[in-house]
């Protein structure tokens, strides 16, 4: 079975292609040559390029794209528009498009920022989104696009952590080692997500889904560690864990740093799954052990 990742140097498709290391047959793609990792075989693609997507996806005919690739930087997408709607709608309907006649399975991995925040507990996957940036509108309608396809998945994780590329957990991580102060948002509740247990769980649905020829209902899943604690929790909870002075954490309201993009104050998710049987582990234990696979841990 060929797997394809999109978006397959960023922080979540370094973390699929590692995991799939050992799998006989798996292309990662990319949009930059520079950027390819060593690991595997990959493709460079522009796929918000229709004939290019097209032309791809004929020579290698995978059975599974899990489609991480997105513009998530959630400010840049709010300054060009333009450029949000292109890398992650019309991305994403370009391989809905081109596999639309063949049984591959497309796993849309969007995001927690289709929500607006106000409900104030977790959501589940029946909750109507009302995104409030222009990211969150282009993931939502990149899912809408992916959910044209027969046999497409949607997976709604929360704020990614892991290794590979900068993020809050390895930012925070690196100030308190050099005894920099953190600023940390009291005011934002989010599930953080460790991308090794999100790929594992990614690889999982697609592989099943795959198997299933019959019965195929596309579906969204709210996929991120269980849980959910402020911006700020996190952020002490990593100085506990690595012993470093709590002093240096300091709370924040979301307002204080005027950013161009608005950002929901609760996009917690409920992740308790009756159809798959199976919940990811807490944030903190995967935060544990992300600290530990960091040789961070004091």
């Not at 769980?201 to 889904?209: D, F, K, N, T, Y």
């Not at 954490?249 to 740093?257: E, K, N, S, T, Y």
């Not at 409920?270 to 961070?296: C, K, M, N, V």
Request: proline share 6%; net charge neutral.
């Amino acid at each position: 079975m060929k797997i394809l990742i999109t978006g397959s140097t960023g922080l979540l498709g370094q973390a699929l292609i590692k995991l799939l290391a050992q799998h006989p047959d798996v292309v990662g793609v990319s949009r930059h040559p520079a950027l390819v990792p060593s690991l595997g075989r990959h493709r460079v693609c522009d796929l918000a390029e229709a004939e290019p997507t097209q032309r791809l996806l004929q020579a290698e005919q995978p059975a599974l794209i899990i489609h991480a690739q997105a513009l998530s930087n959630v400010d840049e997408a709010e300054q060009d528009p333009a450029l949000a709607r292109r890398m992650n709608v019309e991305a994403t309907a370009h391989l809905a498009r081109a596999i639309q006649q063949t049984d591959t399975v497309l796993l849309y991995v969007s995001t927690d920022y289709v929500f607006d925040g106000a409900k104030g507990r977790p959501y589940v996957e029946s909750d109507a989104p009302h995104p409030i940036s222009v990211y969150g509108r282009s993931k939502l309608e990149g899912e809408q696009a992916a959910l044209r396809h027969s046999r497409a998945i949607v997976a709604r994780p929360s704020t990614l952590f892991g290794a590979g590329r900068m993020n809050f957990c390895h930012q925070v991580a690196e100030r308190l080692r050099a005894h920099q102060p953190v600023e940390a948002f009291r005011d934002q509740v989010t599930s953080p997500t460790f991308t090794d247990d999100l790929a594992a769980e990614l690889i999982r649905l697609g592989e099943a889904a795959v198997a299933r020829h019959e019965g195929f209902t596309p579906r969204i899943y709210h996929l991120a560690n269980a849980g959910a604690c402020s911006r700020l929790a996190f952020a002490q909870r990593i100085a506990a864990l690595m012993g470093c002075d709590p002093t240096l954490v300091h709370a924040i309201p979301m307002a204080a740093l005027q950013r161009p993009a608005p950002r929901p104050a609760y996009s917690a998710l409920a992740t308790e799954h009756e159809t798959t049987g199976r919940s990811l582990r807490s944030w903190d234990e995967a935060l544990i052990a992300y600290l530990r696979q960091q040789r961070w841990l004091n």
